[in-house]
């Protein structure tokens, strides 16, 4: 029987990835296409998609073990951080969640720890991109890049109706109706997740270049929540504030992500005539130093 090579094999989750990560940004991009009756449709559908693109992904690095573990950690930790949230108020403060995003775990909705899923895997990209020497600078960098999503994430949801916060200030400049002990919760949530999956996914191999699927979900996510709050949903206070605070890891990211797919140091190749010409003055040099 024929056995397929190491190539094609690594090939086909890496197909898998991309195909995924294509459907998740088409379902996104007709979120705001919907009808109001209907946004909860492609809310649930874009994140099941994009919670699976990671999970291939991650597969794709680290093999089955990868997906386990960020499935585990991502997916266990977001619903028991989400889980203690609905029942204590720590540490995100006192919310609860409406009924609309469907069945429920914990009082938690179930696409909630796919969510978790679903960037914790390019924010550790990211983190491991941007700082790679050390675990406790990956932690805090893709902390900070998982949980400044939030900035986008709350806004819209709580906008959607999807959960409300009883006491929904102090905030954000710009961004009312969201607590700060918000952010403080999913930072601190944010930097554990990020640290317990830099540690059981073992370190990445020095100098290798980010991962394209997270690359390409990371700064899809960036890039399309800007443009939708500004354009689609009414937030432009939250374009702003978003799009500084996670630009301020998506843009380096960025550079690292164009740096590695236009490697340095590339000239355009001379022209016939000029090599010829170059070709015959260093034969007149080896002449002459004969």
Not at 171 to 190: C, D, R
């Amino acid at each position: 029987m024929l056995r397929s090579s190491p190539a094609l094999r690594r090939g086909r989750p890496d197909r898998t990835a991309w195909t995924l990560v294509a459907a998740a940004v088409l379902t996104q991009i007709l979120y705001p296409l919907t009808p109001q009756t209907l946004l909860v449709v492609p809310t649930v559908v874009s994140v099941v998609i994009f919670a699976a693109a990671s999970l291939t992904d991650a597969a794709r690095r680290h093999g089955a073990r990868g997906a386990v573990v960020l499935l585990v950690v991502a997916g266990g930790g977001g619903l028991a951080a989400e889980a203690v949230g609905v029942a204590t108020g720590l540490p995100f403060g006192a919310y609860a969640y409406t009924g609309s995003l469907g069945a429920e775990l914990f009082d938690v909705p179930v696409i909630v720890p796919l969510a978790w899923i679903m960037m914790a895997w390019p924010a550790l990209v990211v983190g491991r991109s941007l700082v790679a020497s050390s675990p406790v600078a990956v932690a805090a960098v893709g902390g900070v890049a998982l949980a400044a999503w939030d900035v986008f994430l709350d806004p819209q949801m709580v906008d959607a109706g999807h959960w409300r916060w009883t006491h929904p200030s102090p905030s954000l400049p710009l961004v009312p109706g969201i607590p700060l002990s918000n952010y403080a919760g999913w930072l601190v949530v944010s930097v554990l997740m990020i640290a317990a999956l830099d540690r059981l996914l073992g370190r990445r191999r020095a100098g290798a270049p980010p991962s394209g699927p997270a690359a390409a979900l990371y700064l899809w996510v960036y890039a399309s929540s800007v443009l939708a709050h500004l354009a689609f949903f009414g937030l432009p206070g939250s374009a702003l504030a978003g799009g500084v605070l996670m630009g301020l890891v998506a843009v380096p990211f960025a550079r690292v992500v164009w740096r590695a797919a236009v490697p340095s140091g590339l000239a355009a190749p001379a022209p016939p005539r000029a090599e010829s010409a170059l070709r015959a003055v260093r034969g007149s040099d080896d002449r002459r130093a004969r």
